[in-house]
């Protein structure tokens, strides 16, 4: 429910604060008071249209802040926790108007689109007026209305899913019709193809692999003679290892002679020898790792030369071919075994048809029976107001060859204000005064089911009186004690039945100079003089104060 409106800096409200409690809110004064300003301000905060125009003059900018108490798994909170954004059991609706005509939006003080506002703000709050078209004269929501009526939300339900399970049948049956068609027409190819890349055995990276083996055998095969020319010069015929080792021998034999002249010579030779003895073990090693067998070379080329055919026959990346054999593989298996495989997707599919179409019959039925309940509560509300000649229906038309998630009835709510009249959409038929009454009509027969939390009805009483209003105060009234209402209203008879009255008026501010708009909720003694002011106008005699006086009892009787 409404628990706190704030308007500030819009036309004519400077700044504004009004609480509101559960039960019938009437908001009454004289016209041009303010009453549709206060009606714009809220709307915005509802994530309605934004005008530069709303925003006071010679301000920046204005902001309507709206405050809901709300339970735990409200739609609204579903509109939230799908945006990311928390639910702390009070929502929080702010919409900045600048006067440069852009507007802000935000939800518990976190910046949202303003498409989400609205989205949030149609699930909290109906408006109900002779010119408004968001609520029960959106055809749309009339299915959605008649199986809430009925308590059929839960069959509604469970026909979703089955249309889920109907819709992937049918699917997986179109795809696989469609793959055994393709398969057919490529048959002679595709099984040429796949023998071929069968035998090729393809591997995803294959080629790159072998590549960098060929690469390496390549360059190996460039170094390896001269690893081993080298290796000849350090350890073969003509290594100078076995000349100086004798050299070694040689001198050693003198080194008792002369052993300072010969021992720095025999050491520096050792060293020399010691050297070419670890080059050669350095080479051996490289020649190992060299490795170049030619026949290997070629087999690697020739597998090389066959995968990048295969990619320019195929014109399928090498890296592409493993993929490229199974899909031929399994269109090939396709063609084998895809008529067994048709004959249980088509079955499947007709039994997902069968339990859909039972379910959507059953359903069709259940509306059908559900909406002359309907229409026999909706047409006792209209006499008491004033609609005693006119007749509501639940118009369902039904086609099982344009099925849906919720089943194949269009449902579309029907009026006909006199006999002998063509009936017609409740919108196009019923007149602004006429309009208003049935949506009343219809809301005290729906009651709270689904229905927002919070209803507006707009001047539903305009150019009725009497006992017209006082059946429409009445309904109202009843109505309030299953959903928050709030009426602007100037028939006293609907005034004397709120739990909470707010008087809108203008005050001169600056000597005359400026008027603003205020809003206050009346005590008793006061609440009988607007009434009462209501009833006789500008001069409120004592009639019409006894008369205020009668309605009041009358209400709470």
């Known amino acids: 429910m409404l628990a706190r409106l704030s308007i500030r800096d819009i036309v004519l409200i400077e700044r504004l604060d009004i609480e509101f409690f559960r039960g ?50 409200h739609p609204a909170s579903v509109i939230l926790a799908d945006n990311g954004l928390d639910d702390t059991g009070e929502m929080i609706l702010r919409r900045v108007q600048l006067a440069d005509g852009r507007t802000r939006a935000f939800i518990n003080d976190q910046a949202i689109s303003v498409q989400t506002l609205k989205a949030v703000g149609s699930a909290l709050v109906e408006i109900h007026g002779q010119h408004d078209e968001r609520a029960l004269v959106d055809a749309s929501t009339h299915r959605r209305l008649l199986d809430a009526f009925a308590g059929l939300e839960k069959d509604v339900v469970a026909l979703e899913a089955l249309w889920d399970a109907r819709r992937s049948a049918l ?16 048959a002679d190819y595709l099984r040429h193809a796949s023998d071929e890349l069968k035998k090729l055995k393809p591997k995803d990276g294959e080629e790159t692999a072998l590549a960098e083996r060929r690469t390496g055998m390549m360059q190996g095969e460039k170094i390896a003679a001269d690893l081993r020319e080298a290796q000849d010069a350090v350890s073969g015929n003509h290594s100078p290892v076995s000349s100086l080792s004798a050299a070694v021998r040689r001198l050693e034999r003198r080194a008792g002679n002369s052993p300072a002249l010969v021992e720095p010579a025999v050491k520096a030779i050792d060293a020399a020898i010691n050297a070419l003895e670890e080059a050669d073990q350095h080479l051996t090693a490289a020649l190992i790792a060299a490795d170049f067998d030619p026949s290997e070379l070629e087999r690697i080329e020739e597998r090389l030369f066959a995968l990048r055919a295969a990619s320019r026959k195929y ?73 005693e000649r006119a007749k509501f229906m639940a118009q369902i038309d039904s086609d099982p060859k344009s099925p849906g998630p919720q089943g194949f009835d269009r449902v579309e709510f029907w009026v006909q204000t006199n006999p002998g009249t063509k009936p017609g959409p409740m919108m196009k038929v019923a007149s602004g005064g006429e309009l208003s009454r049935f949506l009343l009509a219809l809301k005290v027969v729906l009651s709270d089911k689904g229905s927002a939390p919070t209803l507006v009805f707009d001047e539903i009483d305009t150019g009725v009186g009497g006992a017209v209003a006082d059946a429409i105060g009445a309904r109202l009234a009843r109505l309030a004690g299953k959903v928050q209402v709030m009426a602007v209203t100037h028939a006293p008879q609907v005034a004397a039945r709120a739990s909470q009255h707010l008087l809108i008026s203008k005050d001169a501010l600056d000597k005359g100079k400026r008027v603003a708009t205020r809003v206050n909720a009346l005590a008793p003694d006061h609440r009988r003089e607007e009434i009462a002011r209501m009833l006789a106008g500008a001069e409120i005699t004592a009639e019409a104060r006894a008369a205020a006086d009668r309605l009041l009892r009358a209400a709470t009787a």
Request: net charge neutral.
């Open 315 to 387: 014109s399928t990346p090498v890296d592409g071919l493993a993929a490229l054999a199974a899909k031929y593989a399994a269109d090939v298996a396709l063609i084998d075994a895809g008529a067994d495989q048709l004959k249980k997707l088509e079955a499947a599919a007709a039994e997902a048809d069968k339990r859909y179409s039972a379910a959507a019959t059953k359903l069709s039925a259940a509306r059908i029976k559900s909406s002359e309940k309907l229409n026999k509560a909706v047409n006792a509300e209209l006499a008491p107001l004033k609609l």
């Open 171 to 186: 699917t997986a049956l179109d795809e696989h019709r469609a793959g055994m068609e393709r398969a057919a027409r490529e």
């Open 24 to 73: 019938l809110a009437v908001l009454t004064g004289e016209t041009g008071a303010g009453k549709s300003i206060l009606l714009d301000a809220f709307a915005l905060a509802l994530g309605g249209r934004g005008d530069a125009g709303l925003v006071r003059h010679g301000v920046e900018q204005g902001q309507v802040t709206a405050v809901f108490d709300i339970p735990r798994g």
